[in-house]
């Protein structure tokens, strides 16, 4: 590799890009002089090191560090080649290829506070979308599409004021959109998505924080995978400001809204003992949740 300064290509044990990973130069009296990070294609180069022997460590969330000696010529020209990283002890992770949410098994909920001091709790029981997951992992997506219509609170007077203009406006706003573009290993068996929702009408950056829980066979014959997903969202950024004051310093509603994902996917397009649609035909799947709640895809 003809780039000046100490070069290494950071791959998996597979042979893909570890795009995070972290390259350290450190020199015989254990002095720290360079630190960078990897570009896209795993590519990481400690530009301006000088002639001698070094002590190099790459390192990557989610991965065993490994370490190299490293000897830099007067040209200040050096590779490592490729450095492989071998993920931490966790979960096998699932298989790439397209995923369908079991609407059996899975649960889309929300919470806000209530005079700053209740919780109250609410879902949706209408989502459609898929799971695409990728190799590498880091590039999987999400795209879902929550029915507003079927927020259910368990008090209707209050999901039939949540639907209205002073909050969600089910008429001019029927579906609560979003897009996982991809994700970053952020431990063992956890994982940072980022993600655009839209709500409201309002389209804003979100990340959710995963935690994947394993895959494995089912009765069907299938293979199954399971993840839990939170989020924190501020209902003004979405425009959603409607609120009461009800002494100093006390509103009605918070603006804070925890949401709680507890998602289980089986691979493919189809669930077991559920009836393919229309969308399915077409190799869509999708997300919808059952009458009890239970978070469909």
């Known amino acids: ?56 460590i790459v390192t990557a969330v989610g991965y065993t560090p490994a370490a190299r000696t490293a000897i830099v010529p007067a040209s200040g020209v050096a590779t490592l080649g490729v450095v492989q990283l071998t993920r931490m002890g966790g979960l096998e992770l699932p298989p790439p290829g397209r ?43 999400v795209h879902a599409s929550i029915s507003v219509a079927s927020l259910d609170t368990s008090v209707k007077m ?17 579906t609560i959109d979003f897009r996982g573009t991809g994700v970053t290993p952020a431990g063992d068996d956890k994982w940072t998505m980022n ?24 009765a069907f014959g299938g293979t199954r995978a399971a993840f839990k997903a939170t989020a924190q969202l501020n209902r003004d950024d979405f425009g959603i400001s409607y609120n009461q004051i009800i002494r100093a310093g006390t509103v009605l509603i918070g603006t804070t809204v925890q949401v709680e994902l507890d998602i289980e996917v089986v691979q493919g397009t189809s669930i077991p003992g559920l009836e393919p649609s229309g969308d399915e035909a077409n190799g869509e799947q999708p997300l919808a949740a059952g009458g009890d709640g239970r978070f469909p895809a």
């Not at 979100?206 to 089912?218: M, S």
């Open 1 to 56: 590799m003809s780039t000046t300064g100490l070069s290494a290509q950071v791959r998996t044990n597979d042979g893909w890009a570890v795009p995070h990973a972290v390259l350290t130069v450190i020199d015989l009296t254990g002095t720290q002089i360079g630190r960078v990070s990897a570009g896209e294609d795993g590519t990481v180069v400690a530009a301006g090191v000088p002639a001698g022997t070094y002590t190099a």
């Open 99 to 141: 995923w369908t949410i079991d609407p059996q098994h899975s649960v889309i909920g929300f919470t806000v506070r209530h005079l700053g001091m209740a919780n109250i709790r609410g879902r949706f029981t209408e989502v459609n979308g898929r799971i695409e997951v990728t190799e590498p992992i880091e590039r999987s997506s």
């Open 158 to 174: 209050r999901d039939a004021h949540l639907l209205s203009s002073d909050f969600l406006e089910v008429e001019r706003y029927p």
């Open 195 to 218: 993600g655009e929702l839209t709500l409201h009408g309002e389209a804003r950056p979100v990340q959710l924080a995963l935690a994947y829980h394993g895959a494995g066979p089912d």
